[in-house]
């Protein structure tokens, strides 16, 4: 099975951990994973801001670089979603097809759904508080979401199951926004900002001493609020929570 | 520079922290209530989705069953008015009350009476207009607008109200307990119900099949303002019939649930004909309504039932208050109902959305408001409405990301700012007014796997 691993751009950069920990997971299962090398960005915050047609030549690059794999992989869930679901779209739009967005997916997803795995050595001996990304709970579906009355499920959940000495919590308001939304942030930053804050302090009164999520984008925006308001907890990528014995 | 109206209006919003704390916590109980009813029904995503057909159904075969519900309406001994507009909507009201010499009007609580502007039409034409619900009367004595479609005045508190009776309605200094001023307003009302020339109310839903309307309220005011006055006006958005009692079934599980999170509204009056003696007239509007049925993109907008439950999730409406949006209706589907009321005036509103999707699940007619509130986005550049500085960014960020060269050799520098090109610095003020920014680290991945760092990497490296 060859695996092209998507690393979206903001995490090549500035989580590069977080590549390396979602390599070091698809290679532990003996899955040949490559790197495409010119990747940049999926285009994603232009779209969110507006300016959908700006992601169109991303669209086309990412899909060329991609179409040889038999499955895309990112640890990005909303990066993942709008492959997914906004890429096919944009094309069309230019009587393309997107090739590869019925093979792309987020690492959990892909652990969970495609691989199916059961076992992961290592142990992660703390208390992490759950928190779920919205594009990776509403668009991709890792989790029924608390709006919905369908039965309850979460696959990072289970995944982190899979890791001895972690105890997983969850926050009240489970599913709320933390606030990141991509240009959100910044045009709206007086309610993206309470929204983190509230967001952290529902993390916090779990007692845990790690959010960790399938997203980096929101895990980002909420590492940016603890640091500046030097609150006591910290963020943790769940892949780099599933690979520590590797 | 990156200010939208909303924008601006949500943080003045946020300055008095307890208020907004407030009322995100208040609102926020009303969804979990929401939660709980939902969920003691198994069947409540079916019925979701049937409420979608059903009314994707009606609205695409407007003319038949509005015609359907005219005609019964009419064999009923109902007048049936049509008014393509605002304008003619409250003139047809006006000649309607000016011919029964209409001095005193009792109103229960329509958004469409709003929309039209039609209090202030009236009582510039002398006649007494009276909102008889209490959120709409303590506006009404306050002389504001709604901020809420569900819970008007939720954005006052209880103390504000007290303060505003003692003034209004005389009641006792520093008396702000919630029983004691509802029962000083209807006590005041009871005189205005006893007085009144004719009660007007707004329609729930019309059901095609009997000509029958249905209006949902809590404080039993719509019976009271039709029952003693031998006029009843009631007027519809178009949008608003259905085709039988069969569907009715499925609105009334799903509007209180969604709406306050009680299992029914406590009153659910049907009206059918006049009372004897009496004139019962229904005035369908328009107003803009035809137009939406020919969008495709937004045609499901007209399902709304007007529960405002995917104002109680939305984070943004939460923190930002009804008052923040420029059109009367706020929250994700006023976003959307005033871009198609008028995309220019009310382009500033499309902003206070973070795109968490948590409307499109709530929604018991299953709008996609999230999705519609994108697709607004991607067309405000065409409308001329986009942000200059959010375009230059959006086209900053494609010439990086479509030259990996580029993009590769900018990563070597160690801060943001050098990073994104510098159209990205109009973003940078406001990031860093609550967060840190994001460092880089010391080496980028792709620098590392050219190096072939990563396929050596083993255990402890990370
Ligand atoms: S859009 Fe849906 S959730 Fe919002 S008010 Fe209308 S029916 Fe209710």
Redesign the pocket.
Known sequence: MKIGLFIPCYVNTVYPEVAIASYKLLTHFGLDVDYPVDQTCCGQPMANAGFENKALPLANRFNSMFETFDYVVAPSGSCVGFVKDSYPKILEKEGCLSEVSSKVYDICEFLHDILKINKLPGRFQHKVSLHNSCHGLRELKLGSASELNIPSFSKVKDLLGLIEGVEVVEPAKIDECCGFGGMFSIEEPAVSICMGQDKIKNHINTGAEFITGPDSSCLMHMGGIIEKQNLPIKTIHVVQILSAGL | MMSTQHSIAAEKFQEDKKQASWHNETLWFVREKRDRMSKSLPEWEELRTIAEKIKLHSVSNLDIYLEEFSKNAEANGVIVHWAKDAKEHNDIVYDILSKHKVKKLVKSKSMLTEECHLNPYLIDKGIDVIESDLGERILQLNHTAPSH??MPAIHMTRQEVGELFEEKLHTEKGNSDPTYLTRAARASLRNDFLTADAGMTGVNFAVASTGEIVVCTNEGNADMGTSLPDLHIAVMGMEKVIPDHEALSVYTRLLAR??TGQPVTTYTSHFKKPKKGGEMHVIIVDNGRSEILTNNEHIK?L?????????N?CPVYRRSGGYSYTYFIP???GI?LGMLKDPHKYTDNVSACSLCYS?NN??????D?ADQIYEWRQNLDSLGAASSSKKMISLGMQFLFTHPTLFNTSLKFTSLINWVPRSMAFGLKEWEEGRSLPKFAKESFTSMWKKGKIKTIKKDEQ
């Open positions: 479609i569900v969604s709406a907008s399902n709304c039932i007007r529960c405002g439950a995917c104002m999730t929250g994700p589907i959307n409307c709530v929604c018991p007619v299953k709008i408001l």
